[in-house]
Protein backbone atom coordinates (compact mmCIF):
# COMPACT_ATOMS: atom_id res chain seq x y z
CA UNK A 1 0.00 0.00 0.00
CA UNK A 2 2.73 2.73 0.64
CA UNK A 3 4.14 1.94 -2.77
CA UNK A 4 0.86 2.57 -4.56
CA UNK A 5 0.85 5.73 -2.71
CA UNK A 6 4.26 7.15 -3.85
CA UNK A 7 3.11 6.01 -7.07
CA UNK A 8 0.11 8.05 -7.26
CA UNK A 9 1.92 11.68 -7.12
CA UNK A 10 5.38 10.78 -9.24
CA UNK A 11 2.60 9.43 -11.95
CA UNK A 12 0.76 13.16 -12.21
CA UNK A 13 3.27 14.87 -12.32
CA UNK A 14 4.63 13.01 -15.29
CA UNK A 15 1.14 13.65 -16.76
CA UNK A 16 1.05 16.78 -15.47
CA UNK A 17 4.87 18.20 -16.93
CA UNK A 18 3.40 18.42 -21.17
CA UNK A 19 0.65 20.21 -19.58
CA UNK A 20 3.24 22.81 -17.49
CA UNK A 21 5.64 23.31 -20.63
CA UNK A 22 2.65 24.43 -22.98
CA UNK A 23 1.53 26.93 -20.57
CA UNK A 24 5.04 28.19 -19.64
CA UNK A 25 6.06 28.34 -23.58
CA UNK A 26 2.73 30.69 -24.12
CA UNK A 27 3.64 32.48 -21.44
CA UNK A 28 6.88 33.51 -23.08
CA UNK A 29 4.93 34.03 -26.71
CA UNK A 30 2.75 36.31 -25.68
CA UNK A 31 5.58 38.20 -23.26
CA UNK A 32 7.62 38.49 -26.25
CA UNK A 33 4.80 39.16 -28.87
CA UNK A 34 3.06 42.01 -26.83
CA UNK A 35 5.60 43.06 -23.90
CA UNK A 36 9.17 42.51 -23.75
CA UNK A 37 11.23 41.63 -26.76
CA UNK A 38 15.14 41.29 -27.25
CA UNK A 39 16.98 42.80 -29.88
CA UNK A 40 20.71 42.49 -31.13
CA UNK A 41 22.57 45.70 -33.04
CA UNK A 42 24.05 44.52 -35.66
CA UNK A 43 25.46 47.53 -36.88
CA UNK A 44 27.88 50.62 -35.18
CA UNK A 45 24.83 53.32 -35.88
CA UNK A 46 24.33 53.51 -32.14
CA UNK A 47 27.67 54.16 -30.76
CA UNK A 48 29.09 54.26 -28.42
CA UNK A 49 26.12 53.95 -26.79
CA UNK A 50 25.08 50.87 -28.03
CA UNK A 51 28.41 48.19 -30.13
CA UNK A 52 27.42 45.90 -32.69
CA UNK A 53 26.33 42.58 -31.16
CA UNK A 54 25.14 44.24 -27.88
CA UNK A 55 22.05 42.87 -26.58
CA UNK A 56 19.00 45.21 -25.57
CA UNK A 57 15.56 44.60 -23.95
CA UNK A 58 12.32 46.14 -25.51
CA UNK A 59 9.22 47.55 -24.09
CA UNK A 60 6.55 46.77 -26.07
CA UNK A 61 3.64 47.98 -24.26
CA UNK A 62 4.56 51.44 -23.41
CA UNK A 63 3.48 53.07 -26.55
CA UNK A 64 0.24 51.62 -26.55
CA UNK A 65 -0.17 54.03 -23.38
CA UNK A 66 1.65 57.41 -24.93
CA UNK A 67 3.97 58.48 -27.33
CA UNK A 68 7.94 58.24 -28.11
CA UNK A 69 9.30 61.06 -26.09
CA UNK A 70 12.37 63.03 -27.46
CA UNK A 71 15.78 61.62 -26.21
CA UNK A 72 14.34 57.35 -25.97
CA UNK A 73 15.91 55.28 -27.37
CA UNK A 74 13.50 53.11 -29.71
CA UNK A 75 13.57 50.14 -32.20
CA UNK A 76 10.96 50.84 -35.12
CA UNK A 77 9.95 49.08 -39.00
CA UNK A 78 12.54 50.64 -40.96
CA UNK A 79 10.28 51.74 -44.27
CA UNK A 80 11.11 50.02 -47.61
CA UNK A 81 12.85 53.54 -48.65
CA UNK A 82 15.42 52.85 -45.76
CA UNK A 83 15.94 49.34 -45.56
CA UNK A 84 15.44 48.30 -49.16
CA UNK A 85 14.20 45.18 -47.60
CA UNK A 86 10.61 44.30 -48.48
CA UNK A 87 9.93 42.00 -45.78
CA UNK A 88 10.41 45.00 -43.73
CA UNK A 89 13.73 45.32 -41.18
CA UNK A 90 14.02 46.46 -37.42
CA UNK A 91 16.38 49.20 -36.94
CA UNK A 92 16.93 51.45 -33.77
CA UNK A 93 17.74 55.38 -33.35
CA UNK A 94 17.21 57.77 -31.23
CA UNK A 95 14.10 60.10 -30.99
CA UNK A 96 15.39 63.72 -31.58
CA UNK A 97 12.13 65.39 -32.77
CA UNK A 98 8.21 64.84 -32.58
CA UNK A 99 5.81 66.06 -34.15
CA UNK A 100 5.77 70.08 -34.41
CA UNK A 101 9.26 69.98 -33.83
CA UNK A 102 11.23 72.62 -35.38
CA UNK A 103 14.65 71.22 -35.57
CA UNK A 104 18.07 72.93 -36.70
CA UNK A 105 21.02 72.49 -37.58
CA UNK A 106 23.30 74.31 -35.86
CA UNK A 107 23.64 76.92 -33.20
CA UNK A 108 27.26 78.78 -33.20
CA UNK A 109 28.40 76.48 -30.73
CA UNK A 110 27.52 73.44 -33.54
CA UNK A 111 24.71 72.03 -31.87
CA UNK A 112 21.33 71.00 -32.38
CA UNK A 113 18.14 73.29 -31.70
CA UNK A 114 14.64 72.20 -30.53
CA UNK A 115 12.25 74.29 -30.90
CA UNK A 116 14.63 77.28 -30.40
CA UNK A 117 16.65 75.48 -27.37
CA UNK A 118 20.19 74.45 -28.04
CA UNK A 119 20.82 70.86 -27.19
CA UNK A 120 24.33 69.31 -25.76
CA UNK A 121 24.21 65.90 -26.87
CA UNK A 122 26.61 64.03 -24.59
CA UNK A 123 25.67 60.70 -26.39
CA UNK A 124 27.40 61.13 -29.88
CA UNK A 125 30.07 58.96 -31.03
CA UNK A 126 33.48 60.07 -30.50
CA UNK A 127 37.02 58.18 -30.64
CA UNK A 128 40.75 59.05 -30.20
CA UNK A 129 39.38 62.05 -29.21
CA UNK A 130 37.47 63.25 -32.13
CA UNK A 131 33.55 63.84 -31.92
CA UNK A 132 31.12 63.53 -34.57
CA UNK A 133 29.54 66.58 -35.61
CA UNK A 134 26.10 66.20 -34.65
CA UNK A 135 24.92 66.70 -38.57
CA UNK A 136 27.22 66.49 -41.38
CA UNK A 137 25.33 69.34 -43.05
CA UNK A 138 22.66 72.68 -42.38
CA UNK A 139 19.34 71.50 -42.09
CA UNK A 140 15.69 73.23 -40.55
CA UNK A 141 13.01 71.15 -40.49
CA UNK A 142 9.43 71.02 -38.82
CA UNK A 143 8.57 67.18 -37.88
CA UNK A 144 5.30 66.40 -39.16
CA UNK A 145 2.31 65.55 -36.55
CA UNK A 146 2.08 61.80 -35.97
CA UNK A 147 5.92 61.19 -37.27
CA UNK A 148 9.33 61.05 -35.15
CA UNK A 149 12.61 62.68 -36.32
CA UNK A 150 15.30 59.76 -35.54
CA UNK A 151 19.28 60.15 -35.48
CA UNK A 152 21.97 57.63 -34.50
CA UNK A 153 24.50 58.18 -31.95
CA UNK A 154 27.10 57.63 -34.36
CA UNK A 155 25.91 60.35 -36.57
CA UNK A 156 29.00 59.78 -39.26
CA UNK A 157 27.73 56.26 -39.71
CA UNK A 158 24.29 56.21 -39.43
CA UNK A 159 21.30 55.84 -41.86
CA UNK A 160 19.05 58.10 -40.32
CA UNK A 161 16.19 61.03 -40.63
CA UNK A 162 19.09 63.39 -41.61
CA UNK A 163 20.28 60.77 -44.57
CA UNK A 164 17.25 60.01 -46.18
CA UNK A 165 16.58 63.83 -45.90
CA UNK A 166 19.07 64.48 -48.09
CA UNK A 167 18.43 61.02 -50.20
CA UNK A 168 14.83 62.67 -50.78
CA UNK A 169 15.48 66.33 -51.91
CA UNK A 170 14.71 66.95 -48.38
CA UNK A 171 11.22 65.07 -48.36
CA UNK A 172 10.25 65.56 -44.66
CA UNK A 173 7.68 62.49 -44.36
CA UNK A 174 10.37 60.32 -45.94
CA UNK A 175 12.92 61.09 -43.45
CA UNK A 176 11.04 61.08 -40.62
CA UNK A 177 8.66 57.59 -39.58
CA UNK A 178 5.09 57.29 -38.14
CA UNK A 179 4.74 56.57 -34.52
CA UNK A 180 2.53 53.67 -35.21
CA UNK A 181 5.33 51.86 -36.84
CA UNK A 182 7.07 52.06 -33.47
CA UNK A 183 8.11 48.49 -31.90
CA UNK A 184 8.88 49.80 -28.33
CA UNK A 185 11.49 51.19 -25.88
CA UNK A 186 15.21 50.23 -25.60
CA UNK A 187 15.05 50.77 -22.07
CA UNK A 188 18.41 48.59 -20.96
CA UNK A 189 21.40 46.36 -22.37
CA UNK A 190 21.58 42.95 -20.92
CA UNK A 191 24.22 41.19 -22.61
CA UNK A 192 27.60 41.21 -22.39
CA UNK A 193 27.18 41.40 -19.02
CA UNK A 194 30.36 43.72 -18.95
CA UNK A 195 28.26 46.73 -20.56
CA UNK A 196 25.15 46.25 -18.56
CA UNK A 197 23.25 49.54 -18.24
CA UNK A 198 19.91 51.36 -18.35
CA UNK A 199 18.95 53.48 -21.45
CA UNK A 200 17.65 56.40 -19.82
CA UNK A 201 16.69 59.95 -21.28
CA UNK A 202 19.55 62.19 -21.03
CA UNK A 203 18.90 65.25 -18.77
CA UNK A 204 19.66 67.51 -21.62
CA UNK A 205 16.56 67.14 -23.35
CA UNK A 206 14.32 68.35 -20.22
CA UNK A 207 14.83 71.81 -21.15
CA UNK A 208 13.04 71.51 -24.56
CA UNK A 209 10.20 73.27 -24.85
CA UNK A 210 6.66 72.43 -26.39
CA UNK A 211 6.44 73.23 -30.36
Not at 170 to 175: R, V
Not at 186 to 204: G, I, Q, S, Y
Amino acid sequence: MIDEQTDKPRSSFWKELPILLGVAILVAVLVRAFVLQTFFIPSPSMENTLKIDDRVLVNKLVYDFRSPHRGEVVVFKAPIEWSGNPDGEDFIKRVIGVGGDHVVCCDPEDRLTINGKSLDEPYIFSADGVRDKPADQEFDITVPKGRLWVMGDHRSASGDSLEHWQQSGQNITEATIPEDEVVGRAFTVFWPVNRATWLTVPDEFDGIPKP
